[in-house]
Protein backbone atom coordinates (compact mmCIF):
# COMPACT_ATOMS: atom_id res chain seq x y z
CA UNK A 1 0.00 0.00 0.00
CA UNK A 2 1.38 3.47 -0.65
CA UNK A 3 2.30 5.72 1.98
CA UNK A 4 0.56 9.41 2.70
CA UNK A 5 3.53 11.41 1.95
CA UNK A 6 2.31 13.79 4.58
CA UNK A 7 3.26 11.37 7.38
CA UNK A 8 5.93 9.40 5.48
CA UNK A 9 9.02 10.43 7.69
CA UNK A 10 11.35 9.56 4.83
CA UNK A 11 9.43 12.54 2.78
CA UNK A 12 9.86 14.73 6.04
CA UNK A 13 12.99 13.81 6.11
CA UNK A 14 14.11 15.35 2.66
CA UNK A 15 11.97 18.16 3.67
CA UNK A 16 13.90 19.14 6.55
CA UNK A 17 17.40 18.18 5.03
CA UNK A 18 16.60 20.46 2.37
CA UNK A 19 15.00 23.51 4.46
CA UNK A 20 17.93 22.45 6.77
CA UNK A 21 20.56 22.69 4.00
CA UNK A 22 22.02 19.61 5.20
CA UNK A 23 21.43 17.22 1.78
CA UNK A 24 22.00 13.80 2.78
CA UNK A 25 24.94 11.51 0.45
CA UNK A 26 22.39 8.82 -0.94
CA UNK A 27 18.97 8.80 -2.30
CA UNK A 28 16.05 6.77 -3.66
CA UNK A 29 13.60 8.36 -5.47
CA UNK A 30 10.05 6.48 -6.28
CA UNK A 31 6.11 6.97 -6.95
CA UNK A 32 3.89 8.08 -9.30
CA UNK A 33 3.67 11.75 -8.40
CA UNK A 34 6.76 12.49 -11.12
CA UNK A 35 5.98 16.43 -10.58
CA UNK A 36 6.65 16.57 -6.70
CA UNK A 37 9.71 14.25 -7.49
CA UNK A 38 11.25 16.37 -10.07
CA UNK A 39 10.66 19.35 -7.77
CA UNK A 40 12.82 18.03 -5.43
CA UNK A 41 15.69 17.24 -7.74
CA UNK A 42 15.70 20.65 -8.43
CA UNK A 43 15.57 21.91 -4.79
CA UNK A 44 18.80 19.69 -4.01
CA UNK A 45 20.79 20.46 -7.70
CA UNK A 46 19.79 24.30 -7.02
CA UNK A 47 21.59 23.87 -3.25
CA UNK A 48 24.52 21.84 -4.17
CA UNK A 49 25.30 23.48 -7.65
CA UNK A 50 26.44 26.55 -8.84
CA UNK A 51 24.88 27.46 -12.57
CA UNK A 52 28.59 28.29 -13.94
CA UNK A 53 30.22 24.96 -12.48
CA UNK A 54 27.52 22.84 -12.90
CA UNK A 55 28.43 21.35 -16.31
CA UNK A 56 31.48 19.81 -14.32
CA UNK A 57 30.09 19.03 -11.28
CA UNK A 58 26.63 17.20 -12.05
CA UNK A 59 26.93 14.01 -13.75
CA UNK A 60 23.96 11.87 -14.95
CA UNK A 61 23.10 8.07 -16.31
CA UNK A 62 20.14 6.77 -17.58
CA UNK A 63 19.73 2.72 -18.71
CA UNK A 64 20.91 4.07 -22.34
CA UNK A 65 23.94 5.16 -20.83
CA UNK A 66 24.77 3.82 -17.49
CA UNK A 67 28.11 2.07 -17.04
CA UNK A 68 29.68 1.13 -13.40
CA UNK A 69 32.62 2.14 -14.09
CA UNK A 70 31.87 5.35 -15.03
CA UNK A 71 29.52 5.79 -12.51
CA UNK A 72 31.89 4.73 -9.39
CA UNK A 73 34.41 7.22 -11.34
CA UNK A 74 31.74 9.87 -11.27
CA UNK A 75 31.06 9.76 -7.57
CA UNK A 76 34.64 10.29 -6.69
CA UNK A 77 35.46 12.65 -8.73
CA UNK A 78 36.49 15.94 -6.97
CA UNK A 79 34.20 18.74 -7.33
CA UNK A 80 35.30 21.64 -9.62
CA UNK A 81 35.42 25.24 -8.57
CA UNK A 82 32.96 24.14 -6.15
CA UNK A 83 31.63 22.54 -2.67
CA UNK A 84 29.67 19.97 -3.73
CA UNK A 85 29.02 17.35 -7.03
CA UNK A 86 25.70 15.60 -7.44
CA UNK A 87 25.56 12.26 -9.35
CA UNK A 88 21.76 11.20 -10.67
CA UNK A 89 21.20 7.82 -12.16
CA UNK A 90 17.79 7.44 -13.53
CA UNK A 91 15.54 3.91 -13.94
CA UNK A 92 18.77 1.40 -12.78
CA UNK A 93 17.42 -1.44 -10.84
CA UNK A 94 20.99 -2.02 -8.57
CA UNK A 95 19.00 -5.32 -7.39
CA UNK A 96 19.08 -6.84 -11.21
CA UNK A 97 23.18 -6.22 -11.79
CA UNK A 98 25.54 -9.24 -11.55
CA UNK A 99 27.17 -10.15 -8.20
CA UNK A 100 30.45 -8.51 -8.86
CA UNK A 101 28.44 -5.44 -9.81
CA UNK A 102 26.39 -5.46 -6.56
CA UNK A 103 29.28 -5.77 -4.25
CA UNK A 104 31.22 -2.90 -5.72
CA UNK A 105 27.92 -0.53 -5.24
CA UNK A 106 27.37 -2.02 -1.91
CA UNK A 107 30.66 -1.01 -0.59
CA UNK A 108 30.55 2.82 -2.57
CA UNK A 109 26.98 3.03 -1.02
CA UNK A 110 29.68 2.71 2.74
CA UNK A 111 31.80 5.29 1.81
CA UNK A 112 30.72 7.60 -0.59
CA UNK A 113 32.37 10.89 -0.35
CA UNK A 114 31.61 13.76 1.64
CA UNK A 115 31.53 16.03 -1.43
CA UNK A 116 28.69 14.33 -3.38
CA UNK A 117 25.36 13.39 -3.10
CA UNK A 118 23.87 10.42 -5.11
CA UNK A 119 19.79 10.43 -6.48
CA UNK A 120 18.56 7.06 -7.90
CA UNK A 121 15.32 7.93 -9.54
CA UNK A 122 12.53 5.17 -10.75
CA UNK A 123 10.25 6.00 -13.42
CA UNK A 124 10.11 3.93 -16.03
CA UNK A 125 11.34 0.75 -13.74
CA UNK A 126 9.86 0.37 -10.37
CA UNK A 127 11.48 0.28 -7.15
CA UNK A 128 11.80 -3.35 -5.68
CA UNK A 129 14.45 -4.08 -3.37
CA UNK A 130 14.96 -7.65 -3.19
CA UNK A 131 15.79 -8.02 0.55
CA UNK A 132 17.76 -11.35 -0.03
CA UNK A 133 20.65 -9.28 -1.50
CA UNK A 134 21.26 -9.22 2.08
CA UNK A 135 24.36 -7.00 1.45
CA UNK A 136 23.44 -4.87 -1.39
CA UNK A 137 19.99 -4.39 0.78
CA UNK A 138 21.82 -3.31 4.51
CA UNK A 139 24.07 -0.90 2.40
CA UNK A 140 20.97 0.59 1.32
CA UNK A 141 18.75 0.44 4.77
CA UNK A 142 22.44 2.29 6.16
CA UNK A 143 22.85 4.84 4.07
CA UNK A 144 20.14 5.41 1.66
CA UNK A 145 17.45 7.27 2.14
CA UNK A 146 14.12 6.01 0.13
CA UNK A 147 11.74 8.37 -0.84
CA UNK A 148 8.12 7.96 -2.26
CA UNK A 149 6.61 10.77 -4.23
CA UNK A 150 2.87 9.51 -3.54
CA UNK A 151 -0.51 11.40 -4.52
CA UNK A 152 -1.48 14.33 -2.52
CA UNK A 153 -4.51 14.25 -0.64
CA UNK A 154 -6.99 17.32 -1.53
CA UNK A 155 -5.95 19.06 1.88
CA UNK A 156 -2.70 19.79 -0.12
CA UNK A 157 -3.76 19.77 -3.24
CA UNK A 158 -6.49 22.47 -3.29
CA UNK A 159 -4.38 25.63 -1.73
CA UNK A 160 -1.75 24.08 -4.44
CA UNK A 161 -3.93 24.54 -7.63
CA UNK A 162 -5.13 27.73 -5.97
CA UNK A 163 -1.92 29.20 -5.97
CA UNK A 164 -1.18 27.74 -9.65
CA UNK A 165 -4.36 30.06 -10.80
CA UNK A 166 -3.65 33.30 -8.75
CA UNK A 167 -0.22 33.13 -10.41
CA UNK A 168 -1.96 33.57 -13.73
CA UNK A 169 -3.79 36.38 -12.06
CA UNK A 170 -7.22 33.77 -11.76
CA UNK A 171 -9.64 32.54 -9.25
CA UNK A 172 -11.17 29.32 -8.63
CA UNK A 173 -13.37 27.94 -6.17
CA UNK A 174 -12.25 25.26 -3.84
CA UNK A 175 -15.53 23.15 -5.10
CA UNK A 176 -13.82 23.76 -8.62
CA UNK A 177 -10.50 22.58 -7.25
CA UNK A 178 -11.93 19.11 -6.12
CA UNK A 179 -14.00 19.00 -8.99
CA UNK A 180 -10.39 19.34 -11.30
CA UNK A 181 -8.75 16.79 -8.71
CA UNK A 182 -11.57 14.34 -9.67
CA UNK A 183 -11.25 14.28 -13.48
CA UNK A 184 -7.69 15.29 -13.80
CA UNK A 185 -6.46 11.57 -11.49
CA UNK A 186 -5.43 14.01 -9.04
CA UNK A 187 -1.38 13.90 -10.01
CA UNK A 188 0.19 16.94 -9.66
CA UNK A 189 1.78 16.28 -13.19
CA UNK A 190 -2.12 15.86 -14.85
CA UNK A 191 -3.23 19.20 -13.24
CA UNK A 192 -0.34 21.60 -13.86
CA UNK A 193 -0.43 21.13 -17.65
CA UNK A 194 -4.45 20.82 -17.42
CA UNK A 195 -4.23 24.84 -15.35
CA UNK A 196 -1.87 26.00 -18.14
CA UNK A 197 -4.54 25.20 -20.54
CA UNK A 198 -7.51 26.42 -18.51
CA UNK A 199 -5.89 29.84 -17.83
CA UNK A 200 -5.35 29.89 -21.83
CA UNK A 201 -8.84 29.35 -22.59
CA UNK A 202 -10.33 31.25 -20.14
CA UNK A 203 -11.25 34.81 -20.99
CA UNK A 204 -12.36 36.02 -17.29
CA UNK A 205 -10.59 36.34 -14.28
CA UNK A 206 -12.87 33.32 -12.33
CA UNK A 207 -12.60 30.05 -13.55
CA UNK A 208 -15.70 28.30 -14.64
CA UNK A 209 -17.15 24.59 -14.69
CA UNK A 210 -17.35 25.18 -18.53
CA UNK A 211 -13.96 26.36 -18.77
CA UNK A 212 -12.31 23.33 -17.43
CA UNK A 213 -14.91 21.13 -19.33
CA UNK A 214 -14.07 22.81 -22.49
CA UNK A 215 -10.35 21.78 -22.26
CA UNK A 216 -9.82 19.10 -20.01
CA UNK A 217 -10.38 15.56 -20.89
CA UNK A 218 -11.35 13.53 -17.90
CA UNK A 219 -9.33 9.96 -16.59
CA UNK A 220 -10.43 6.99 -17.39
CA UNK A 221 -11.76 6.05 -13.50
CA UNK A 222 -13.00 9.55 -13.37
CA UNK A 223 -16.15 8.55 -16.53
CA UNK A 224 -16.19 4.82 -14.50
CA UNK A 225 -17.13 6.84 -11.48
CA UNK A 226 -19.76 8.87 -13.38
CA UNK A 227 -21.21 6.00 -15.44
CA UNK A 228 -21.98 4.11 -12.03
CA UNK A 229 -23.48 6.69 -10.31
CA UNK A 230 -25.34 7.13 -13.21
CA UNK A 231 -26.51 3.09 -13.29
CA UNK A 232 -27.26 3.48 -8.91
CA UNK A 233 -29.46 6.57 -9.56
CA UNK A 234 -31.15 4.96 -12.12
CA UNK A 235 -30.10 7.34 -14.86
CA UNK A 236 -29.28 4.78 -17.66
CA UNK A 237 -29.20 7.11 -20.67
CA UNK A 238 -26.38 8.78 -19.19
CA UNK A 239 -24.79 6.00 -17.93
CA UNK A 240 -24.38 4.89 -21.58
CA UNK A 241 -23.69 8.69 -22.73
CA UNK A 242 -20.20 8.01 -19.86
CA UNK A 243 -19.68 5.13 -22.02
CA UNK A 244 -20.03 6.66 -25.40
CA UNK A 245 -17.58 9.48 -24.05
CA UNK A 246 -15.33 6.62 -23.14
CA UNK A 247 -15.54 4.83 -26.34
CA UNK A 248 -15.13 8.24 -28.28
CA UNK A 249 -11.70 8.60 -26.14
CA UNK A 250 -10.42 5.96 -27.58
CA UNK A 251 -10.10 3.62 -24.75
CA UNK A 252 -9.62 0.48 -25.56
CA UNK A 253 -13.08 -1.86 -24.19
CA UNK A 254 -10.81 -4.22 -21.49
CA UNK A 255 -9.19 -0.83 -19.76
CA UNK A 256 -12.74 0.09 -19.33
CA UNK A 257 -14.09 -3.07 -17.94
CA UNK A 258 -11.21 -3.40 -15.66
CA UNK A 259 -11.79 0.10 -14.76
CA UNK A 260 -15.22 -1.35 -13.36
CA UNK A 261 -13.73 -4.19 -11.94
CA UNK A 262 -11.90 -2.54 -9.62
CA UNK A 263 -14.36 0.15 -8.69
CA UNK A 264 -17.07 -2.32 -8.18
CA UNK A 265 -14.47 -4.10 -6.03
CA UNK A 266 -13.51 -0.60 -4.09
CA UNK A 267 -17.41 -0.22 -3.93
CA UNK A 268 -17.99 -3.42 -1.96
CA UNK A 269 -14.69 -2.83 0.10
CA UNK A 270 -16.13 0.30 0.98
CA UNK A 271 -20.01 -1.31 1.78
CA UNK A 272 -18.19 -3.50 3.92
CA UNK A 273 -16.21 -1.10 6.09
CA UNK A 274 -19.56 0.83 6.83
CA UNK A 275 -21.28 -1.68 8.12
CA UNK A 276 -18.01 -2.29 10.63
CA UNK A 277 -18.70 1.41 11.52
CA UNK A 278 -15.74 2.44 9.63
CA UNK A 279 -14.77 5.38 8.00
CA UNK A 280 -13.13 7.08 4.50
CA UNK A 281 -9.77 6.73 6.14
CA UNK A 282 -9.72 3.28 7.05
CA UNK A 283 -10.82 2.60 3.20
CA UNK A 284 -7.80 4.59 2.21
CA UNK A 285 -5.42 2.86 4.36
CA UNK A 286 -7.52 -0.48 2.87
CA UNK A 287 -7.01 0.60 -0.93
CA UNK A 288 -4.01 2.72 -0.66
CA UNK A 289 -6.10 5.30 -2.36
CA UNK A 290 -5.63 9.47 -1.63
CA UNK A 291 -8.47 10.83 0.39
CA UNK A 292 -10.92 12.79 -2.13
CA UNK A 293 -11.40 9.36 -4.11
CA UNK A 294 -11.73 6.95 -0.54
CA UNK A 295 -14.63 9.84 0.26
CA UNK A 296 -16.61 9.79 -3.16
CA UNK A 297 -16.09 5.87 -2.93
CA UNK A 298 -18.02 5.86 0.78
CA UNK A 299 -20.46 8.56 -0.42
CA UNK A 300 -21.29 5.99 -3.48
CA UNK A 301 -21.14 3.15 -0.79
CA UNK A 302 -24.22 4.36 0.86
CA UNK A 303 -26.38 4.53 -2.36
CA UNK A 304 -25.70 1.11 -3.32
CA UNK A 305 -26.96 -2.13 -2.28
CA UNK A 306 -24.44 -4.73 -1.07
CA UNK A 307 -25.44 -7.41 -3.25
CA UNK A 308 -25.98 -5.13 -6.26
CA UNK A 309 -21.92 -4.33 -5.33
CA UNK A 310 -21.39 -8.17 -5.31
CA UNK A 311 -23.54 -9.19 -8.21
CA UNK A 312 -22.06 -6.33 -10.25
CA UNK A 313 -18.17 -7.87 -9.83
CA UNK A 314 -19.65 -11.04 -10.77
CA UNK A 315 -20.95 -9.27 -14.39
CA UNK A 316 -17.38 -7.75 -14.85
CA UNK A 317 -15.61 -11.11 -14.87
CA UNK A 318 -18.92 -12.85 -17.23
CA UNK A 319 -18.07 -10.11 -19.53
CA UNK A 320 -14.18 -10.22 -19.00
CA UNK A 321 -14.58 -14.17 -19.98
CA UNK A 322 -16.17 -13.67 -22.92
CA UNK A 323 -14.02 -10.61 -24.49
CA UNK A 324 -10.89 -13.04 -23.86
CA UNK A 325 -12.61 -15.97 -25.23
CA UNK A 326 -15.59 -15.14 -27.70
CA UNK A 327 -15.62 -13.27 -31.26
CA UNK A 328 -18.29 -11.01 -30.28
CA UNK A 329 -17.86 -7.64 -30.41
CA UNK A 330 -16.04 -6.00 -27.36
CA UNK A 331 -17.72 -2.58 -27.64
CA UNK A 332 -20.99 -4.57 -27.78
CA UNK A 333 -20.40 -6.83 -25.03
CA UNK A 334 -20.20 -3.47 -22.36
CA UNK A 335 -23.15 -2.05 -23.49
CA UNK A 336 -24.80 -5.29 -22.88
CA UNK A 337 -22.71 -5.27 -19.69
CA UNK A 338 -24.17 -1.82 -18.73
CA UNK A 339 -27.83 -2.99 -19.81
CA UNK A 340 -27.04 -5.91 -17.34
CA UNK A 341 -25.72 -3.56 -14.39
CA UNK A 342 -28.73 -1.30 -14.64
CA UNK A 343 -31.52 -4.08 -14.39
CA UNK A 344 -29.41 -5.31 -11.21
CA UNK A 345 -29.68 -2.07 -10.08
CA UNK A 346 -33.48 -1.68 -10.80
CA UNK A 347 -33.84 -4.90 -8.87
CA UNK A 348 -31.01 -4.33 -6.05
Not at 144 to 153: S, W
Not at 296 to 325: H, I, N, P, Q
Request: glycine share 4%.
Amino acid sequence: MAKKPQTDGAFQNLKASIRNQKIDRLYFFFGEETFLMNYYLEAIKKQLLDPLTESFNFHRFTSENFDLAEFLEAVENLPMMAEATLVQVDDIDIFKLNETEREKIAALFQDIPEYCTVVFTYLTVAWKPDKRLKKLWEAVEQNGLPVEFCKQDQKELIPWISRHFAAQQKRISNELCAYLIEITGGTMTALSGEIQKICAYSGSDEIKKSDIDAVTEPVLDAVVFQMTDQISAGAYEKAFQCLGQLLKMQQEPLAILGALGSHFRRLTAAKCLQELGKNAYDLQKLCGIPDYPAKKLMEAARRMDKAFCGRASELVLETDYKMKTSYDDSQRLLELLVLRLATEARHG
